[in-house]
C-alpha cells in the first residue's frame, strides 16, 4: 500500500448535519427566551469537546442546570444525539470504502463524549477507516495544529502525503498550514475529483 493518505472530517462530509431546531424547541417546552438552553449549556458543550466532562457528568449539569427530571434529561439527550448524527452521505461513504487498497485512511473530527460509540452503532466508521481522531479523546478542537499532527502520527504518515477534507474553511487551512494538501468539501462530485487527483 502507498503512504499516500486521506483523511476526512465527519459532520458536514461524512454526515449531513442539517440544524433541527432542537435546542429552540427546548427553550419553548420550559418557557425560556430563545438562545437560553445553548447558553446555559455553552461551557458543557465546550468540556465535551475536548474530553474534560464524562457524558455522566453531563446529565447531571443538564438536569441541574435546565430544572429537569430524569425522563426529561433521557428527552434531552436523545435530542441531542439524533440532531449530532444527523444522516449518512452514502455517496461518499462507498466512495471512501473503495480505496482501502489504495491508501491510508482516517477520520479527525471536532466531537462530543459519546461520540465514537454512538457513531460506531449507526455508521460503523471503525470499520471505514485506519484510524478515527475525535476531539473529546485528545483534548484539541481542529484548527488547533495539534489536531492535524496527532492524526499523522496515528495514521504513521508524513502531513505532505495527505488530504484533509472538511466543510468549514479555517481547518482546510489550518491543513495547509501543517503541511497537509487540503480540500474544501461542497459536493461530493468535487471531493471524487480531488481524492482521484490527489491518488494519482
Given at each position: 500500500m502507498s503512504n499516500l493518505c486521506v483523511i476526512l472530517d465527519i459532520g458536514g462530509v461524512l454526515e449531513f448535519t442539517p440544524r433541527t431546531g432542537w435546542l429552540d424547541r427546548w427553550d419553548?417546552?420550559?418557557?425560556?427566551?430563545?438562545?437560553?438552553?445553548?447558553r446555559r449549556l455553552a461551557d458543557v458543550w465546550e468540556a465535551g469537546a475536548v474530553g474534560t466532562i464524562s457524558e455522566g457528568a453531563v446529565r447531571v449539569q443538564v438536569a441541574v442546570r435546565l430544572g429537569l427530571g430524569a425522563l426529561q434529561v433521557e428527552a434531552f439527550m436523545g435530542d441531542l444525539?439524533?440532531?449530532y448524527l444527523g444522516m449518512p452521505n452514502t455517496e461518499l461513504i462507498e466512495h471512501v470504502s473503495g480505496l482501502r487498497q489504495r491508501c491510508r485512511l482516517g477520520i479527525l473530527s471536532n466531537s462530543f463524549v459519546g461520540a465514537r460509540e454512538r457513531e460506531a452503532a449507526v455508521y460503523r466508521?471503525?470499520?471505514?477507516?485506519?484510524e478515527i481522531v475525535y476531539s473529546h479523546e485528545i483534548?484539541?478542537?481542529?484548527?488547533d495544529p495539534t489536531a492535524f499532527a496527532v492524526?499523522?502520527?496515528?495514521l504513521e504518515v508524513r502531513a505532505g502525503d495527505c488530504l484533509f477534507i472538511d466543510d468549514h474553511p479555517p481547518s482546510?487551512?489550518?491543513a495547509r498550514?501543517?503541511?497537509m494538501r487540503a480540500h474544501l468539501f461542497e459536493d461530493n462530485a468535487g471531493t471524487f475529483a480531488r481524492i482521484a487527483a490527489h491518488l494519482g
Open positions: 419553548e417546552r420550559l418557557g425560556l427566551s430563545p438562545g437560553s438552553v445553548d444525539w439524533e440532531d466508521f471503525d470499520e471505514l477507516v485506519e483534548g484539541v478542537r481542529k484548527p492524526a499523522c502520527a496515528r482546510v487551512e489550518a498550514a501543517a503541511g
